[in-house]
């Protein structure tokens, strides 16, 4: 079946434009996920939902990060007044019920953006 | 919250040497504990998980150990081969919480 995708792939964008980027999640994957992945770092958490809800934004860098999720399906994340230091890989991932103890993540191709 | 360490941030072994990862969490209510394996240029793969009311899993020459006393937990690789070289990441999740990973490992096999 189909995976999570992204989109786009590639976005590169001037300092100080809006940016806004997408989450397929796999059908049913209740839980979705935001990370961001710099130049050979780690995965640092984002934000992430549970159906439409989002229990926890701590993650999020600043006041120009918004994320949404509508209908328990598609995740956009929203930059504004985008930064240089805001440029890296974001991935989105999916998983089953939480409440049903599957965890497993599904990770999506990624959203490599560029601020010039 | 939840605070994953893991060690080395890089590793390089000869081909059909084992490899050893290994991470520590600080919250003991954590409960889940999956390994990643992210090969350059492409996504996080789940490539092992283990729960915390199991010690031990295996498949095939890829292992997980899990100490809740001491909260940590290694990965173990036998008889690596030059496909297993790339960055793995641990992570630790709380039921209803977020996932947690650690900085990764990124792991050379030398032919």
């Known amino acids: 079946g189909a995976g999570v995708s992204q989109s786009p792939s590639n976005k590169v964008t001037e300092k100080g434009k809006d940016v806004e980027l997408r989450c397929d999640p796999i059908?049913?994957?209740?839980?979705l996920y935001w990370y961001r992945q710099s130049l050979g770092q780690g995965l640092e958490f984002l934000i992430y939902?549970?159906?439409?809800?989002?229990?926890?934004k701590s993650g999020l860098p600043s006041d120009r990060f918004s994320a949404e999720r509508t209908g328990g399906s598609v995740s956009t994340l929203t930059i504004q007044r985008t930064q240089q230091e805001d440029s890296a890989v974001y991935l989105c991932?999916?998983?089953?019920?939480?409440?049903?103890?599957?965890?497993?993540?599904?990770f999506g191709p990624g959203t490599r953006l560029t601020v010039t | 919250g939840e605070n994953v360490e893991q060690h080395p941030s890089t590793l390089s072994v000869q081909e059909g040497d084992s490899a050893v990862i290994k991470c520590t969490y600080s919250?003991?209510?954590?409960?889940?504990f999956p390994w990643y394996k992210q090969e350059l240029g492409k996504r996080p793969q789940l490539i092992i998980d283990?729960?915390?009311?199991?010690g031990e899993k295996k498949d095939q020459r890829i292992a997980v150990t899990l100490n809740k006393t001491a909260k940590h937990f290694s990965l173990h690789i036998t008889e690596t081969q030059p496909e297993d070289s790339a960055v793995y990441f641990c992570a630790a999740l709380r039921t209803g919480n977020q996932f947690y990973f650690g900085t990764g490992t990124s792991l050379t096999v030398i032919p």
């Open positions: 283990i729960r915390s009311n199991v």
């Open positions: 059908s049913g994957h209740t839980a």
């Open positions: 939902f549970q159906g439409n809800s989002a229990p926890d």
């Open positions: 919250d003991s209510a954590s409960n889940y």
């Open positions: 991932a999916s998983s089953p019920l939480l409440g049903r103890q599957n965890y497993e993540q599904y």
